[in-house]
């Protein structure tokens, strides 16, 4: 089903993708990433030892601190920060700098739509450019499914505020792509390569996987455009294929 975009797009296209490394000088790790108007920073600051209480000491620890654009933290931030939280600690190897703790601030520059997605990109890189040993790298995208039953993906926040439902997906790029190399297991396989899926709306179960489907494919290019911008970060043996 064919669907009419303001900006001209097809259902499926992404928009315009623009990354760059080291953009701030006291971080440990720094990234922009953009898609389109929707325009995301991210510091890293550690390893710093300690964790919290609430956190087991024989593992790293990661935390994630949401700035806005604009006024106070609300709710929704609270939600980016918990599922930027997860994702996060998913895709680093722990057991790497045991009681430690690394601190990810997000900025929010501009918010035209797929903030969230923007943001998970965003953080990836630049715990790559802090060299935070990662089990692999990960790429993110929204999915939103229109009334008439269509499926766009990359919506501006006009399209968002349009969508009957939306879906937020994070694939990982590769799984042996960023593995130290003497690492040989891991602990906690991704069922069917999801790392993190979450849902806002209702949708059927059909819909859903036809989101699956279409956010796999397009996550494709997001990995190439990735690993382009940190393949001088880490070694060409372990930049993989998708």
Same mark, same amino acid.
Not at 17 to 35: D, E, F, M, Y
């Given at each position: 089903?064919?669907?009419?975009?303001?900006?001209? !797009?097809?259902?499926?296209?992404?928009?315009?993708?623009?990354?760059?490394?080291?953009?701030?000088?006291?971080?440990?790790?720094?990234?922009?990433?953009?898609?389109? #108007?929707?325009?995301?920073?991210?510091?890293?600051?550690?390893?710093? $030892?300690?964790?919290? %209480?609430?956190?087991?000491?024989? %593992?790293?620890?990661?935390?994630?601190?949401?700035?806005?654009?604009?006024?106070?933290?609300?709710?929704?931030?609270? /939600?980016? /920060?918990? *599922?930027?939280? !997860?994702?996060?600690? =998913? *895709? @680093?190897?722990?057991?790497?700098?045991?009681?430690?703790?690394?601190?990810?601030?997000?900025? $929010?520059?501009? #918010? #035209?739509?797929?903030?969230?997605? @923007?943001?998970?990109?965003?953080?990836?890189?630049?715990?790559?450019?802090?060299?935070?040993?990662?089990?692999?790298?990960?790429?993110?995208?929204?999915?939103?499914?229109? /009334?008439?039953?269509?499926? *766009?993906?990359?919506?501006? %926040?006009?399209?968002?505020?349009?969508?009957?439902?939306?879906?937020?997906?994070?694939?990982?790029?590769?799984?042996?792509?960023?593995?130290?190399? =003497?690492?040989? %297991?891991?602990? /906690?396989?991704?069922?069917?390569? *999801?790392?993190?899926?979450?849902?806002? +709306?209702?949708?059927?179960?059909?819909?859903?996987?036809?989101?699956?489907?279409?956010?796999?494919?397009?996550?494709?290019?997001?990995?190439?455009?990735?690993?382009? !911008?940190?393949?001088?970060?880490?070694?060409?043996?372990?930049? +993989?294929?998708?």
């Amino acid at each position: 089903m064919e669907v009419d975009r303001e900006d001209g !797009r097809t259902a499926t296209m992404l928009r315009p993708l623009a990354c760059s490394r080291s953009v701030l000088n006291r971080a440990h790790g720094s990234a922009s990433w953009s898609q389109g #108007d929707t325009k995301v920073l991210a510091a890293v600051y550690g390893p710093k $030892v300690g964790t919290k %209480k609430t956190e087991n000491p024989e %593992k790293a620890s990661i935390e994630v601190i949401w700035k806005p654009k604009t006024g106070q933290i609300g709710k929704l931030e609270r /939600e980016y /920060e918990m *599922i930027l939280t !997860r994702t996060l600690q =998913s *895709i @680093c190897i722990l057991t790497i700098n045991p009681n430690t703790t690394t601190s990810v601030i997000i900025q $929010v520059v501009n #918010d #035209d739509g797929a903030l969230l997605p @923007c943001a998970i990109n965003a953080a990836c890189a630049a715990l790559v450019d802090a060299g935070i040993s990662l089990k692999h790298l990960a790429v993110a995208i929204c999915c939103c499914l229109a /009334e008439t039953g269509c499926v *766009i993906l990359d919506p501006t %926040k006009q399209e968002e505020q349009k969508m009957k439902a939306s879906v937020y997906l994070v694939f990982p790029n590769s799984v042996l792509s960023v593995l130290q190399v =003497s690492v040989t %297991k891991i602990d /906690e396989p991704m069922e069917h390569g *999801i790392i993190t899926s979450v849902t806002h +709306g209702a949708m059927s179960v059909e819909d859903y996987f036809y989101c699956l489907k279409s956010g796999r494919a397009a996550t494709a290019k997001l990995s190439n455009f990735l690993r382009s !911008r940190l393949q001088n970060r880490l070694p060409s043996d372990l930049l +993989g294929d998708t």
